[in-house]
């Protein structure tokens, strides 16, 4: 079954960088808009990032100029750099396709951010 896969989360200390990358399996990611989303406990999931199959690139306002999404081609993959890092970013991070009708989600990758 075709899927998107999530990976790069972990503990950081405040003002910190990760990386994380969003992958697929039975999907090319490169033909697909992709957009980051981040969920934290008792909150609503809410968009951060999202990048075109041309390569333009949005974001949220709570991220622009910490965060860079960026299509690594060879790999088939979508990147999100996230440097400057503050304990408000913290949460599960999904990845999401679109493609017409088509849409798939990942399982998430957890980011925390702690002194």
């Known amino acids: 079954q075709a899927k998107l896969v999530e990976s790069g989360g972990g503990l950081v200390q405040p003002g910190g960088s990760l990386r994380l990358s969003c992958t697929g399996a039975?999907?090319?990611?490169?033909?697909?808009?992709i957009g980051w989303y981040r969920q934290a406990p008792g909150n609503q999931r809410e968009w951060v990032a999202s990048?075109?199959?041309?390569?333009?690139?949005v974001y949220a306002d709570s991220v622009k100029g910490r965060f860079d999404i960026s299509r690594d081609s060879p790999n088939d993959a979508v990147n999100l750099q996230m440097n400057s890092l503050k304990p408000e970013d913290t949460a599960v991070y999904y990845c999401?396709?679109?493609?017409?009708?088509?849409?798939?989600w990942g399982q998430g990758t957890q980011v925390t951010v702690s002194s």
């Open positions: 999401y396709a679109r493609r017409g009708n088509g849409e798939f």
């Open positions: 039975g999907i090319t990611v490169s033909l697909y808009s």
């Open positions: 990048i075109s199959t041309g390569g333009v690139a």
